[in-house]
């Protein structure tokens, strides 16, 4: 079956410095993206998401980046704070595959002060 | 609030015993799903509910797993002969409509340890 995967299982960075979290997904039938966050006993939050008709997409300190091309999807975090400290996971949906979600094995971010 | 509700948050019960937990969507929410998270790994997907209807139940592992939402809101999904592989955190999303891409918002989850 598709699998959406990631390259690094941890990634550290200090205060205020950008972190950069990559995905690689296996289908090019995925239409939209999602990234999530989860805190140590807490569900996933939705942070952003992408459609695949786009290649880019700002929010709030975070961008997302989507290349169809090498089927790569990455997380931007601007100024990288304490509280961004958390797993991140990115999700697909595939085309016709229904509304579930497929997710990642997750990236662990750890913020150092 | 007014986010998913998930009860109870931790579950013990030893192997063989039936369990059920309950999942409380966001208040007018059409979607409603089930997701099981090993430690260690993203969650995957159960069941998939509109409404009353469950449209798809490709991720439930065995029989033993039966998952209902009879009034189109709040949803219970049910474990029976529980085994020590049952033991992860069930996690419950909703999200307004049926069809549409949009995103899944989570729960807190329950955490079932078999014993």
């Known amino acids: 079956g598709e699998s959406v995967g990631l390259h690094l299982p941890t990634l550290s960075v200090q205060e205020g410095d950008n972190s950069i979290i990559n995905c690689a997904y296996s289908?090019?039938?995925?239409?939209?993206f999602i990234w999530y966050k989860q805190e140590s006993g807490k569900g996933p939050q939705f942070i952003i998401d992408i459609r695949s008709n786009m290649d880019k997409r700002q929010g709030q300190r975070v961008t997302v980046l989507l290349n169809k091309t090498v089927k790569h999807l990455s997380l931007q975090i601007a100024a990288t704070q304490p509280g961004d400290s958390a797993v991140y996971f990115c999700?697909?949906?595939?085309?016709?595959?229904?509304?579930?979600?497929?997710f990642g094995t997750g990236t662990q971010l750890k913020v150092e002060l | 609030g007014a986010g998913v509700s998930q009860s109870p948050r931790y579950k013990v019960a030893k192997r063989g015993q039936d369990v059920a937990l309950r999942c409380d969507p966001i208040?007018?929410?059409?979607?409603l799903f089930w997701y099981q998270q090993a430690l260690g790994q993203g969650p995957e997907f159960l069941t998939y509910?509109?409404?009353?209807?469950?449209?798809?139940k490709s991720g439930l592992p065995s029989d033993r797993f039966f998952a209902e939402r009879p009034e189109g809101s709040v949803s219970t999904l049910k474990i029976q002969r529980t085994q020590q592989e049952d033991s992860a955190v069930y996690l419950c999303a909703s999200s307004p409509q049926g069809a549409q891409r949009q995103p899944q918002h989570f729960g807190d989850g329950t955490r079932l340890s078999i014993l």
């Open positions: 289908n090019s039938a995925s239409d939209y």
């Open positions: 509910f509109q409404n009353e209807a469950q449209l798809d």
């Open positions: 999700a697909d949906f595939l085309t016709g595959g229904g509304n579930k979600l497929t």
């Open positions: 208040s007018g929410h059409v979607s």
